[in-house]
């Protein structure tokens, strides 16, 4: 449920919703979240809400995708000829990883309100998504594929991308030490991208 898209007032009052949303999750549970709290940190009215977003849920959704889509844009990809062996795709991935992990980390609450908490199963599909479609688009690890756009391909990322969102939701929760520190978690995510990317067979 949305406003015309090339209506610049309404283009406006759509990022005012995600930004308040985004902001109060950062400080409060999803559960202990109003639409009167989103509207009035927004400066928009309810109805303007309604023309956007269903419920919070939806809400939760599109502010998860824009602050999980914004930081996957500061990462370009590796290039596809600097790197032939799993070895060298694991050293290639793992700081790419682990600047990703250090911004789920900074922001902890966030990530683990939007995708462990009550009616978050359309958050967890949005992530799910967008991660699915990085690897798809952005990852060179496809590039030696003969078709990378096979049925068998994008169902082998969306089983990837569905368990590695599970993995980061449930170690969000975690002490963030030890083996669940950022840099060990980055090396444990780079090693099973990339043997489950280039897929057995590969070296």
């Known amino acids: 449920m949305d406003a015309a898209a090339?209506?610049?007032?309404?283009?406006?009052?759509?990022?005012?919703?995600?930004?308040?949303?985004?902001?109060?999750?950062?400080?409060?549970?999803?559960?202990?979240?109003?639409?009167?709290?989103?509207?009035?940190?927004?400066?928009?009215?309810?109805p303007t809400f309604y023309q956007h977003f269903g419920d919070l849920s939806e809400l939760a959704r599109a502010a998860v995708a824009a602050r999980?889509?914004?930081?996957?844009?500061?990462?370009?990809?590796?290039?596809?000829?600097?790197?032939?062996?799993?070895?060298?795709?694991q050293e290639r991935v793992e700081p790419i990883a682990r600047e990703l992990l250090e911004h789920l980390a900074a922001h902890r609450d966030f990530y683990r309100r939007v995708l462990r908490g009550p009616r978050s199963g359309?958050?967890?599909?949005?992530?799910?998504?967008?991660?699915a479609t990085r690897i798809l688009d952005n990852s060179p690890l496809l590039a030696g594929l003969d078709d990378s756009s096979s049925d068998e391909v994008r169902d082998s990322v969306a089983i990837?991308?569905?368990?590695?969102?599970?993995?980061?939701?449930?170690?969000?929760?975690?002490?963030?030490?030890?083996?669940?520190?950022?840099?060990?978690?980055?090396?444990r995510v780079a090693v099973q991208v990339v043997r489950l990317a280039r897929g057995p067979g590969r070296p």
Do not use: K, N
Not at 21 to 26: A, F, Q, R, V
Not at 122 to 130: G, K, P, R, T, W
């Open 160 to 187: 990837v991308s569905g368990g590695l969102v599970w993995l980061l939701g449930a170690w969000l929760r975690t002490s963030l030490t030890g083996r669940d520190s950022v840099p060990a978690m980055a090396h």
């Open 68 to 89: 999980l889509t914004a930081e996957f844009t500061r990462h370009d990809p590796a290039q596809a000829a600097s790197a032939e062996t799993q070895a060298d795709w």
């Open 122 to 131: 359309s958050a967890v599909d949005a992530v799910v998504e967008i991660v």
């Open 6 to 46: 090339d209506d610049p007032r309404a283009v406006r009052s759509r990022l005012a919703l995600i930004a308040a949303g985004t902001e109060l999750l950062d400080a409060h549970e999803f559960d202990e979240l109003s639409i009167t709290q989103v509207v009035a940190a927004a400066g928009v009215t309810r």
